[in-house]
């Protein structure tokens, strides 16, 4: 996993160079640099504090968690707002937790089905062009989101035997910094702790210290957020506030399945002067409201729309600029994905493997938050890492059954049930 890891960080940084992704446009204010999140950080390294998400004057934010932002603000500070050296930097990051992100799926994979699945596994999320994509492109925490719920998993797999508060105590600081990094996955929290604590019950282990550990150490690293966001607005914000823009680009009478990208105040002049003219939070609020009153007067249409956005989370989204042609290739492919990666997980609960039903769940709930608002590749990224594993293990399930078939054509009849026990165990050797 180690060799896996280093050698894919090292082809992504010399990827950065040869195809030149540390070169942003730099019109609408260098906006592509980062989006809300390089208008946030340079605001930080401006000292003009946590604001103007859209590089308008537009005051305090939480339109975006803020980890992201103050990294950001802070290589700004080092090597220059919108500089080609901050690109470098905060590239080559993501790029050291996607390869890293190769560590935890192989242990994933080796507990949950076998040595061989995790190898494949490992290695294929540390070769594949489609994971460098979101490392050397994207100025966000694409990356980082993955590899933080992918020790999540893995952290709530070994609850289950772990002795102490030590598993606890990681859980809690994990959950803190995913919560001030991407605030969208917190869907899987309240599953991963109640597994943790049903499978430990189940055991006889003792939980009650560990899961006060835990709760005390994420309101450590959340409370001061919290706090801070209280003062700016008058009232408690949960991390982020722009739930109701978000909601909007994804139900209102032109919505398709997707954003509705024109609406955002970045491409939008008119939104742009109401979000400066309401203000963040009474405009989020707004949107929100606007989003409401369109479902209620057309509550068939925002099922119609409800049942795209879930095919289009699994089954990629079409590009006006591809061709019908390549739209079907693409689209097919990333469906393909999350076809296996969902018979593999119905599968592994067919078969009691550990973790099973923990990696069908998250399956089950994360998404949901994107059904509601709208779907994106990015937004499917932060699982990709446990979608792989389900996938590999799927693909190598199909391959034992046809060496299975192939065994009992050349030996005319079927194997013996200890003698295919006895080949699934030499085959996962």
Known sequence: M???AVLSFVLQIAAIGLFHTYRFRTTDNHFAFGWEMGCLGKAVAEDRGF??????GTGPSAWEPPLYPYLIGGIFRICGTYSYASAWVLLTINSLF??????????IARKTFSETVARWSAWIWALFPYVWY??????????????LLAMIFLITLALEDGEGIRGWILF??????????????FSFLPISGLWAWYRRHKHGRRSLGGVVAASLIFCVFVGPWLMRNHEVFGKWVFIRNDFGQQFALGNGIA???YSMVYEQPNLNPGELER????????????????AMTFIRENPGRWVVLTVKKIFYYWGGIPKAADSASVTAIKMSLFLLSSVLAFWGAARAVSQKRPGAWLVLSLLLVYPVIYYIVYPHARYRHPIEPELMILAVYMIAELLEVRKSKARTRAYGQTPSPGRASEARLLAKE
């Not at 996607?98 to 242990?107: D, E, G, N, Q």
């Open 134 to 147: 979101w490392s050397i492109h994207w100025v966000w925490d694409t990356t980082i989101s993955p590899f």
């Open 275 to 290: 979000f400066k003219q309401m203000g963040e939070l009474a405009y989020t609020q707004a949107r929100q409201r606007e």
């Open 172 to 185: 809690g600081i994990l959950w803190g910094v995913i919560a001030l990094a991407n605030p969208s996955i």
């Open 51 to 56: 604001s103007d998400p859209f590089c308008v």
């Open 98 to 107: 996607s390869a890293l992100t190769c560590i935890p799926i192989y242990l």
């Open 2 to 4: 180690w060799r896996a």
């Open 255 to 257: 919505a398709r399945g």
